[in-house]
C-alpha cells in the first residue's frame, strides 16, 4: 500500500527527503527493509567461534598441508575467518544458489518461490552480506570466481561491480555444462552457464595459460637455429593499432633486399616500408625503435607478399607460456553430467547424491589459472565439495601445495553424508560402481563447526568467555594444530617447527611455568595471552620472553567482530 505523505509532519518529510537523496544514482538498489535473514536472529547476543569435530579428522600426510571443512552458516563461517584469514586468501570459489525458484533455495527457512515478488531482493541481500565479507579475506593479488547462471547474471554483475569495482571485473566466462542442452525449455534449450571473475586489485592480479595442445604446437612449423616458430605481421592490428593513439609506433623501416637485412638508417637505394595496410589506413609496428635495433635481426623477416614487401614477426614457441585462456569454454571435461554427476555416483556407488554437481574439471582449471602452487583456495557454498576435490587433484597434476578452505551447512544433512564423506574418500581411496579402486589422493583435514559464545550484560565476561572458547580460531589464524601441552592455565600447539600458546587465565601466576615450557621448544613461537586492556599487554610481565612474539586476545576478535554485527 502507498504510504500517505500528506499525513506526515514536517520533521518526518525532512527525514524522507533526507532518504532520498541519500540514495546511490545508478547501481543497484534493492529493499532491504523485507529480507532480514534468519542468521541474524540466531546469532542475536551471541559471537561466533569454532569448535573443532576431533572424531573426523583425516590425516595421511605430514607433508602436505591441512585443509579446512567448516559446517555452519557461511555468514558465521565468514566471520570467523575474518578474523583469522582477513588478506591472507589467494582463490575464492563460490557456486551459491542460482535462485531459480525450483525449491532449490531457502531463504528464512522458506523455498523462495518462482512468484515471490522479492526474490531478486532476498537472493541480493544475501549474496551482498556474504561477498562483503569475502572480499576482507582477499590478498592483494587474490581473485574470486563467482559461478551463476542466467537467473541472476545480470543482478550479480552489477553486484560484483559495485563491491569489487567494475575496473577489476577481469572477464565473464561462459562455460558450457551442458552441451545436450535443456530440451524441455520452451523457447531455446540452455547449453551453458557462468563464472564472473574480479580480483581484489587487478594490478596485482596474475592469470596464468593453458598447455598447448598437440595440435598448438604443430602450429609452429618452422625453425631456425633458436627454436620452432610460427609468423605473425609485425604491424599492429586491433585496438590501440592507429597512427594517432600510438605515434611512436609509426616510422620508416628500410629493407635491403640484396642482404636481406633491416635497418632504420637509410642505405644504398633501399626500399621503405611503413605500417600502411591494404585499406591505406596508417597503422602502427609492434614494437619501438629501440626494441627493434635489438631483435630485428633474429626476430624479424621479411617476405613479399601480393607484389609488396611485408614484415613479419616470428612467434617463437619457448616464448609461449601457454594457450590463453578464452571467455568461451567447449570441451567435454566441462559436461556436468559425465565430470560432475557421474563422477559423485562413482564416489558414492548410488544415484542422486547431490543436485547439480559442478564439472570436477571446470573448478579445476579456473582454480588452476588464477592459483599459485602454494595458494589458499576458499569455497564458501561448497556443496558436495567439489572445489576441495578439485584442489587435491591438482596438487597431484603439479606437485602443488595448495590448501582449501570449505564452509557449508548441513542442511538435509549435507556436510555430515555428502561434503565430509567426498572429502574423505578423495582422500583415502574408494572403489568405484564398477568395482576398480580409486587411489586415494592423500592430505589431511580438520573439520570444524560454528558455535557461539553468548553475550552478557558484563563485557569483561564476554572478554574471558570468548578467550576460553577461541583457542580453535587461533590455531586456524596460525596454521598449527598439534596440541602438545594442556594446562589449567593455558595451552601449548605446534605444527612444522612453529610453536603457539594461548594463555587464557585472569591470574598471571601461571606464565612462569608456561615461560619454562617454551624455553626448552625450538622452532618460531607466538604466545597468544588473555588481557582486559583493550590496548594490549604490559610488556613489563615479559621482558625475558626471548623469541617469542606477543598477541592480546581477545580484543582483536571483538574489534572484527564488532564491524560484522550490530551489537
Known amino acids: ?193 557462468y563464472m564472473l571473475v574480479y580480483a581484489r586489485n587487478k594490478d596485482f592480479a596474475q592469470v596464468g595459460y593453458f598447455e598447448l595442445s598437440d595440435d598448438d604446437i604443430d602450429k609452429y612449423n618452422k625453425s631456425d637455429d633458436i627454436s620452432a616458430y610460427n609468423e605473425t605481421s609485425f604491424m599492429r592490428t586491433g585496438n590501440n593499432s592507429n597512427r594517432e593513439t600510438r605515434p611512436n609506433l609509426f616510422y620508416p623501416i628500410y629493407y635491403d633486399p640484396e642482404t636481406d637485412k633491416l635497418s632504420l638508417t637509410e642505405i644504398k637505394e633501399p626500399i621503405e616500408l611503413l605500417p600502411i595496410n591494404e585499406a591505406g589506413e596508417e597503422k602502427t609496428w609492434r614494437w619501438g625503435k629501440t626494441t627493434f635495433e635489438e631483435l630485428c635481426d633474429t626476430e624479424l623477416l621479411v617476405r613479399e607478399v601480393k607484389g609488396h614487401y611485408r614484415i613479419f614477426k616470428k ?87 595448495r590448501s582449501c578452505m570449505i564452509c557449508t551447512n548441513n542442511e538435509n544433512n549435507i556436510c555430515e553424508e555428502v561434503t565430509y564423506p567426498r572429502i574423505k574418500k578423495v582422500i583415502n581411496g574408494y572403489k568405484k560402481k564398477n568395482g576398480n579402486h580409486v587411489e586415494g589422493l592423500g592430505g589431511n583435514l580438520k573439520y570444524f563447526k560454528t558455535t557461539f559464545v553468548k553475550n552478557s550484560i558484563s563485557r569483561d565476561d564476554l572478554k574471558i568467555r570468548i578467550t576460553r572458547e577461541c583457542a580453535e580460531m587461533l590455531c586456524l589464524r596460525e596454521g598449527i594444530f598439534e596440541e602438545v601441552k594442556t594446562e589449567y592455565d593455558y595451552r601449548i600447539f605446534e605444527q612444522n617447527s612453529r610453536i603457539m600458546a594461548v594463555y587464557y587465565s585472569l591470574d598471571l601466576g601461571g606464565l612462569e611455568q608456561l615461560k619454562n615450557d617454551l624455553d626448552k621448544m625450538n622452532g618460531e613461537k607466538i604466545l597468544y595471552c588473555f588481557t582486559f586492556d583493550p590496548l594490549g599487554l604490559d610488556k613489563v610481565d615479559f621482558v625475558d620472553w626471548k623469541g617469542v612474539i606477543l598477541e592480546p586476545i581477545p580484543q582483536k576478535i571483538l574489534d572484527i567482530y564488532g564491524q560484522i554485527y550490530e551489537y
Do not use: C
Not at 318 to 324: A, D, F, L, V, Y
Open 315 to 401: 612467434r617463437r614457441i619457448t616464448n609461449i607460456g601457454g594457450k590463453k585462456p578464452k571467455t568461451v569454454w567447449y570441451d567435454p571435461r566441462y559436461d556436468a553430467s559425465t565430470y560432475g554427476i557421474m563422477v559423485l555416483q562413482n564416489i558414492f556407488g548410488e544415484k542422486d547424491v547431490f543436485p547439480y554437481p559442478k564439472s570436477l574439471y571446470t573448478t579445476l582449471d579456473i582454480i588452476k589459472l588464477v592459483s599459485k602452487k602454494d595458494s589458499i583456495v576458499l569455497d564458501f557454498f561448497a556443496g558436495s565439495g567439489t572445489t576441495a576435490h578439485a584442489v587435491f587433484e591438482l596438487n597431484k597434476t603439479d606437485n602443488g601445495h
Open 1 to 193: 500500500m502507498a504510504k500517505d505523505y500528506s499525513q506526515l509532519s514536517k520533521e518526518e518529510l525532512l527525514k524522507v527527503i533526507e532518504k532520498l537523496e541519500s540514495r546511490k544514482k545508478y547501481g543497484l538498489i534493492w529493499d532491504e527493509e523485507k529480507t532480514k535473514e534468519q542468521f541474524e536472529k540466531e546469532s542475536e547476543n551471541a559471537l561466533p567461534v569454532l569448535k573443532e569435530i576431533k572424531s573426523n579428522e583425516i590425516k595421511t600426510d605430514p607433508t602436505k598441508p591441512t585443509n579446512i571443512l567448516i559446517e555452519g552458516d557461511n555468514y558465521h563461517a565468514l566471520s570467523v575467518l575474518n578474523y583469522t584469514h582477513q588478506g591472507k586468501v589467494d582463490v575464492i570459489y563460490i557456486d551459491p544458489p542460482y535462485n531459480t525458484g525450483n525449491k532449490s533455495w531457502k531463504y528464512n527457512n522458506q523455498y523462495v518461490e518462482r512468484d515471490d515478488a522479492f526474490k531478486h531482493s532476498k537472493w541480493l541481500s544475501f549474496m551482498s552480506k556474504r561477498l562483503y565479507l569475502a572480499k576482507n579475506l582477499l590478498s592483494q593479488e587474490g581473485i574470486i570466481i563467482v559461478a551463476i547462471d542466467d537467473y541472476e547474471h545480470h543482478t550479480l554483475r552489477l553486484l560484483m561491480d559495485e563491491i569489487f569495482g567494475e575496473d577489476n571485473r577481469l572477464g565473464t566466462i561462459t562455460v558450457v555444462h551442458n552441451p545436450r542442452g535443456r530440451n524441455d525449455e520452451k523457447f531455446f534449450a540452455t547449453m551453458h552457464e
